[in-house]
């Protein structure tokens, strides 16, 4: 039997463009000799739908388009991911579409209710397995979380038989490294069953949520034998042949695909997708934004370049008597280096005019943190008009060690459309900016940029150690904090130094504010600054102080 | 038997406030003769405590918190809602305090996790039904949602016996109306067990969500008896006497106090409460705004009024040459009227000093839209700057109409910490300004900023008729789309003139993005642009067209 995953970048809620891109993997599969097509989960209308959920309409839609789809592609069976509205509830739900109409329905067992998941907001669970056979294989359909529990699913699928091969339709969000516990599951699953695993997962991006693709085929011994592309569409297909001895062989039919080599390659692709795909998916094709001549506005302006293309991406450098020759001179070379558009626009006589304004009140003084302030929303009304004026998307720049401690001007740096290294800690932009210039293969990034100790230039000789602790120290204790959720005194028996430990979780807990008012970014990690980490705005715990 | 429910306005994240607050109704308990003293669900973490439930140092802060207040109050019985760790599964659980220690657990078993709810994301259901015997009186305990599907409790209570009182301890957010469905569902579960209620509801406002109190208590045959203050705290204090003839009577130890009027009562102290809370429990004692001289921010400016006193308001009035002198002296006869601190800041020297510096730009013009969004920006710098200099919240005025529409500048008057108005339709901001003059009982809002069309001011002669339906309209249909989640279709069918609601619609769904990055504020209707609207910014379903 041939099988083929059809992972494909499906728009949420364009139902007649994702059932397009189905049809034309079907026609490519009619051409290859397909016993069974697979799709994503939810790929009809593309995942997550969330409240669009609750729209009568948008459920009629998709009946209508399954059905279509159906009718369309008679000639393979295919599994397609839709939500099922039956007698009031709703399923997430896979069709068995075969012969021009739906044959079968399979809905979802587990659904998963943590993290950036609300499926228990929308679905109830199905209770039935649902088995298929094709060419004398039975084939035991599940949906993503499904098999995530394989002790659940062994009692769930008690009593069906033999079964030949688990198909998994996903819809699996990325973060780094998630990859590895995919395939122990995945393998996991194989060896429980003894039977091959077909593994077919969406890709593309969708707000903050990155889905990298990598459908795969497992044996029932567990191997992983063949993966489709990271980060990309692709078309796997594979023999199923072989079975005596209850075990099932994959037979490929192309050469492995090159696959991320490390995580930096992972932290690459996916900010090159999500900033593709939010952009393009919102209608825009153009994107411009600050360079500051640091660090962080370098490296998003070269995942812009790698995303849009470099006619896409405009720069501009709004330098004010704090920026250093140095970082304006960078800024011109880095846009140099890209090949972008690059304007400067200086923003002292904005900034003189605002203080003499300001002045006219008496508590105001242009020394302290409101006068800083006020030159980063200088910038963000500079960027958002020029966004408004010619229909570009506003790209912001700020990183999660920043965004995490509240280290930027709410409207300020923080106004925009898109925040494309939100949740990629200080110390892995410098990293990536090493790694981007490798793959350029040319100092896209400038030495400098790479070597200067970080400041906001917003007063004179400012430098980040003033009022932050070092980048490595901090994005140890965020790492902890935040990503891993251990406590302060967790952090601070694993040797942290109690002190900084304390001062950064307050910093944390103090600006859930910001953040909330702050543009959706690319999710790189297992705990964003997103849908996965839901803080009270007003909130009285003290994290920082531990058992007392 | 004498029962109080305690409805206070907790803090979340504050343990030993709450708890502290818990010990002085003990106090005020014990010198009335109480027997059982009843306090809100999860009051002493306060509702809802989100993703500090995932902290460890929290539930262990909590459990040591429950512990403590048992041996503080040894002499009442208690019932207080906290979430129990047990066996690493967490439950939202009320826990009996008597003899100075916790003497039952009752855990919720109808966990909520639709609109503003995710409790399934935190909490196990509880399984067993908790009775408690005082007074030879069969008591049973419930938390929230467990009442509000009777059928379901029928069958949880069975077995347990004759019962002749149903405690519930909830947190029930407020939206306009709502008391009257609380009513039913408690009338209604004290007939179906032909027993006594006592209800006590939570009372504060938390971010967005407004807990308005109300707690009552219903006889056996389904009357309301007693109920507390509405947006206030209150100990309500009644009788359970008389159960002959398996009927129980309550005897409220007070005569009735006054609840709101109407529904306009409702929303004027709704707005006054949450307003009220989010500043004082995020830290600020003063607010600063922006005076247009238009209805939305005379509205905004005397809720803040009322909710922090005069002498912590200051307006802002920022006009450019757009302004009329009409709106210009309204806003300072406003602030007049109200006793405010006022100032004016002209914005015409940064907006020419703008002009000139994006003029440098080949595609700046003076004329278009991206030029009023920059008056718009300029005068959220003005605001964001004095909030800095001087410690004081913005509010921001925009009302649900524009917020719906995205009639609104994105870092411009959107910019601020608190949205006080952003559920109430502009149809009822006009009739909230005519109650606000009743209550105040003169003109505080000018004759003339009532009746005036309204505009943005940000070219000349420009109308908010030139850009929106007649508001009537408008607001008929976002109700409709928004609130009661309706379609094109239906709303189309029903009388609504169809380009317009199609028009209405596409508007709502392309302004996602800019909703997401508004400041949070109160909660009013069943459907407000928060926690309860959760929709995808990249979506490409257009429901405007209704079924093709």
Known sequence: ?????????????????????????????????????????????GYPPEDLLYKRGFLDDIRRAVGQLAADCPDIMMVAGFPQDCDGKLY??????????????????????????DEQRYF????????????????????CFDI???????????????????????????HLGKIKKREEIISRCAKQFECAVAYCNLVGGQDELIFDGRSMFADSTGRIIAKARAFDEDLLIADLVGIDDSLARIKPLRKPISQPGDLMDEVYQALVLGTRDYAHKNGFDKVVLGLSGGIDSSVTAAIAVAALGDENVVGISMPSRFNSAGTRS????????????????????????????????????????????????????????????AGMLVLTTGNKSETAVGYATLYGDTAGGF??????????????????????EREVIPGDVITRPPSAELRPDQKDSDSLPDYDLLDEILKGYVEEDRSAQQLIESGLPAEVVRKVIRMVDRNEYKRRLCPPGVRITPKAFGKDRRLPITNRYNSGTGPS
């Not at 995530?148 to 996903?170: H, K």
């Not at 200086?346 to 242009?366: H, Q, T, V, Y």
């Open 124 to 143: 109830h669970p199905g209770k039935e397995p649902v088995i298929i056979n094709v060419k004398n294989l039975n084939i035991a359909l599940t949906i």
């Open 330 to 389: 960078d800024a011109e070379k880095l846009a140099k280096n890209l090949g972008i558009e690059f304007h400067t626009i200086p923003i002292e006589p904005m900034l003189k005019e605002f203080d003499d304004a300001l002045g006219a009140i008496s508590c105001w003084n242009c020394d302290g943190l409101a006068y800083e302030n006020l030159q980063a929303r200088i910038r963000g009304c500079i960027l958002m008009s020029l966004s408004n004026q």
């Open 419 to 440: 925040a494309v290294i939100k949740d990629v800690l200080k110390t892995l932009v410098y990293k990536l900016a090493e790694r981007i210039n490798q793959i350029w």
């Open 1 to 45: 039997m041939r099988v083929a995953l059809a992972q494909f970048n499906a728009v949420v809620g364009d139902l007649s463009g994702n059932a397009e891109k189905m049809r034309s993997f079907y026609v490519q599969a009619t051409e290859s000799g397909i016993d069974l097509l697979l799709f994503p989960e939810l790929s009809i209308c």
């Open 92 to 117: 997430n739900a896979a069709a068995v579409l075969s012969g021009g109409r739906i044959n079968k329905i399979y809905r979802k067992g587990m659904l998963p209710n943590y993290g950036v998941f």
């Open 148 to 174: 995530w529990n394989v002790e659940w699913l062994r009692d769930f699928l008690e009593g069906t038989g033999r079964i030949d091969m688990i198909l998994n339709i996903s819809a699996s969000p990325f």
